[in-house]
């Protein structure tokens, strides 16, 4: 299971772009009618398509200022992308890259899209230059990482997560993650530790307890295995491949 980590500016910043909208618009009226919009654009309030629509009113009022140009497309990327609308997201992002070409956020956004479209090459590349910009962002490593899992590079990927855990021990989706690389390497004993650091550090994740118990069940444990799957029934009843699991090891979902 994988999780989107996109990235935007925080709605906390917006008090301290009064200077920057005094200094972009001089009419008083023009820089209230822009923090409107702004406010808008990166609320929680409001349609998605609202949302974009303020972010775009955001770019017509700010030709001349790249910080808050900037900034609007990052977000409307954000919103594309949760839109559905990779494509037009690819195409924000990428304005932000022209705009500010230090921006580590826009290269771990965009390489997010392209990973989502299947184009891992270009995603390994975004990710890429995006740890070159900042290399302590441990979800850089760890989406990269995923990208080098689905082409079959499981020593990269694993090279990834291991930097990513590195960075930051916290994150149970680095040690489920490599805990599939493992597997799909038939490392079992090693996939069972990573898959139980994830469980320790998020304890109702219910796909890393069957993760788990096909490990179990692989290196014929079917004890374990059966506890396992149990698990993540107790935490998901419906999850299919727990349930299949069980059935596999002579257990119900009783």
């Known amino acids: 299971m994988r999780a989107c980590l996109c990235r935007t500016w925080s709605l906390s910043a917006l008090p301290a772009l009064a200077l920057i909208l005094a200094s972009a618009l001089a009419d008083g009226a023009s820089a209230q009618a822009l923090a409107d ?28 200022n790249d910080d808050l140009r900037a900034e609007a497309l990052l977000q409307r990327g954000v919103l594309y992308e949760f ?12 304005a932000v890259i022209d705009l500010d070409p230090s921006s580590a956020v826009a290269y771990f956004n965009r390489g997010n899209v392209h990973d ?25 490593f760890n989406n990269r990482g995923q ?24 994150n149970p989706r680095a040690f489920f993650n490599r ?14 530790e990573n898959f139980t650091q994830a469980i320790r550090l998020q304890p109702r994740d219910a796909d890393a307890y069957v993760s788990r118990g096909a490990m179990h069940e692989e290196l014929g444990n079917e004890a374990a295995a059966r506890a396992d799957y149990r698990k993540a029934l107790e935490i998901a009843p419906g999850h299919e491949d727990a349930q299949d699991g069980l059935a596999r ?6």
């Open 147 to 170: 990208a080098y899992d689905y082409k079959g590079e499981y020593d990269l990927a694993i090279a990834d997560y291991t930097e990513s855990i590195r960075l930051n021990r916290d």
């Open 37 to 64: 919009q702004l406010a808008v654009c990166k609320g929680d309030m409001g349609s998605q398509q609202e949302r974009i629509d303020a972010c775009t009113r955001v770019l017509s009022m700010t030709q001349d």
């Open 249 to 254: 090891v002579g257990g119900n979902n009783n």
């Open 116 to 140: 989502q479209m299947g184009e891992y090459d270009r995603a390994i590349e975004d990710y890429s230059q995006a740890i070159k910009l900042d290399p302590s962002d441990p979800d850089a």
């Open 179 to 192: 805990g599939l690389a493992y597997a799909n390497k038939t490392e079992y004993e090693r996939a069972i």
């Open 83 to 94: 839109a559905g609308e990779k494509e037009a997201a690819v195409r924000d992002y990428t």
